[in-house]
C-alpha cells in the first residue's frame, strides 16, 4: 500500500533509479545506540546527491533500514532518485551524464566521518585511517 501510494500520488511521471548509501562496519554501533545519529546520514546523502547537480534540485525519497539480510544490525539508506532535475522554472531537465558513484561514495563517506567526528564519537586519526583504506565499506 505505501509503494503504491508513492509510485501514484508522490513521484513525479519521470525516470527515477535506486540508490544505497551503506555504512562500514567500524561505524555502525553509533548508530545501534543512538537513532537520533540517522539525521547524519539523510543529511550527508542529500548533500552529496546536491554536490554533484547544478542547476535545479533532484526529487529523492530516503529510508532508513537497520537491518541487513542476516537480521544483521547494518543500518543504511535505500532511495529513489529522479534521473535529473527540476530547473527554476518547474521543468525536468533528464541528466545527460550519470552520476560519478565513485564520487557520491567519497563524498558521503567524508561527510559521515566528518559528522561523527563533530560530535567527538570518532578520532580524526580514526576517520582519516578509515577513509585512506581501498574498501571503506562505504
Given at each position: 500500500m505505501f509503494a503504491e501510494h508513492v509510485h501514484e500520488r508522490v513521484l513525479a511521471?519521470?525516470?527515477?533509479?535506486?540508490?544505497?548509501?551503506?555504512?562500514?562496519?567500524?561505524?555502525?554501533?553509533?548508530?545501534?545506540?543512538?537513532?537520533?545519529?540517522?539525521?547524519?546520514?539523510?543529511?550527508?546523502?542529500?548533500?552529496?546527491?546536491?554536490?554533484q547537480i547544478e542547476g535545479g534540485n533532484p526529487g529523492l525519497i530516503l529510508v532508513v533500514q537497520t537491518a541487513g539480510e542476516s537480521l544483521n544490525h547494518n543500518p543504511h539508506l535505500h532511495g529513489i532518485l529522479s534521473d535529473g532535475?527540476?530547473?527554476?522554472?518547474?521543468?525536468?531537465?533528464?541528466?545527460?551524464?550519470?552520476?560519478?558513484?565513485?564520487?557520491?561514495?567519497?563524498?558521503?563517506?567524508?561527510?559521515?566521518?566528518?559528522?561523527?567526528?563533530?560530535?567527538?564519537?570518532l578520532h580524526p586519526v580514526h576517520a582519516e585511517a578509515l577513509l585512506a583504506q581501498v574498501h571503506t565499506g562505504f
Open positions: 511521471p519521470v525516470d527515477h533509479r535506486h540508490i544505497v548509501f551503506s555504512l562500514p562496519k567500524r561505524l555502525r554501533a553509533f548508530f545501534r545506540y543512538d537513532r537520533s545519529l540517522h539525521g547524519i546520514l539523510f543529511t550527508a546523502a542529500w548533500q552529496t546527491i546536491c554536490s532535475i527540476w530547473g527554476p522554472d518547474g521543468t525536468f531537465i533528464p541528466f545527460v551524464t550519470p552520476l560519478d558513484t565513485s564520487l557520491l561514495v567519497n563524498n558521503f563517506a567524508a561527510r559521515v566521518t566528518d559528522a561523527l567526528v563533530a560530535r567527538e564519537l
